[in-house]
């Protein structure tokens, strides 16, 4: 046995809401030297100051330069009547002149409603691969790093056949299409794995000299990776004519690690239209400083290549936290914020995401959300399960259940962009 396995403390998880220490929360609008901000342009500043904050003290800087270059590799006209499936092959270039490294290719899923304006759409990474969203035989199966979950969908390192479908309760295509959105995926580790290898692979290895050149408290962390591909798709979405989506009404979703990452897209790419946070809880948008269920010294032991180092700091310690969780919500604003939890997802904290969500309204606010929608959202309560709370641009909803994405999430977030991305709602 070894002695870390011997000197380290088991993590005994507090449910218990009557223990959570007393904190006050950082307030999202007032600068870093005190001053309260009281304008949009005034907030142009604090929302710089903020993302700036996000990224040095928990998921680290990513260059603002991207270079795409897509291929449509496949185009089935009625893969279901009236809907085409593409795979699209988006190869991400290296930013280093120097290096010797090949482009990262990363493959997109879309299924999209015929019609003759282009349509709007809803983005979201997968964690098992593209191919394990349904059964059809004909997408491509990742080649790029899986996770062997012993179930038979990988041969311990690469995905195999045997997974064709099986998160198909995840991605309800047809729903979303009947509905008159894209749906578009892509397999996450496509884009980055998810170990700490040093920074050698995925996007990570394509700008090896940019984060040499950071801090190395600064340097992204897999979540900074990920959405900086999640911006990479979107470039691809703008320049492809023939997906026939309408880049300016895309919405990004995730779930869980890939909610904190959507959070994160949506505040570094406000291209987003809409922003889709599901059972994100801890880094996502779960408050820190309540220190139920996952906190940040657990999430920084399990996976602490998600985060920058500076992260570190704030093991037990949330209070110093320049920021907390309901400032990453509020980087979305005005754009449309959608917040699910689950009532079996305790290790997310569902009320802390509900708490998050609701303290982030005086900036919806300040942005111009009306009166009445500011009041439905300060004076709600957390819901009861299979209940929605709706306030112009800000939703949120808890679902009855586990740690998921199922139907009713979609349901929930499909009637928000009905409201908000829609061009007569716009
Ligand atoms: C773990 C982790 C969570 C994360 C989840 C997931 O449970 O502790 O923070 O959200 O994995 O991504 O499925």
Redesign the pocket.
Known sequence: TSTMAQTTKKFVPNYDESKIPPYDLPAALQTENGDRVQTAEQWNDRRAETLRLFEEHVFGIMPGQRNIKVKVVRSDRDYRPGVTRHELDVSILPLDSSTDRSPLVVQVLADVPQSDDPVPAILGLN?QGNHTIDEDPKTRIPTSWVRDRRNGTTDGSKAIEAGRGVASTRWPSKMITDRGYAMLTVYYGDIDPDFDDGFENGVHGLMREFIASLPENHRPGSIAGWAYGLSCVLDAIEQTEALNVDATRVGVLG??????TSLWAGATDPRFAMVISN??????AALCRRAIG?TVA??NT??PHWFNDAYLQYNENESALPIDQHQLIALSAPRAIAVGSATQDE??DPKGEFLAWQTAAPVYQLLGMSSEDVKVVEEASMPNEQSVINAGPMQYHLREGK?DLADYDWECYLDLADRTLQTESR
């Open positions: 964690f779930h869980s690690r890939l909610g904190k059972d994100s809880g801890c880094g996502g996952e657990r999430i399990s996976f290790w997310a740690h």
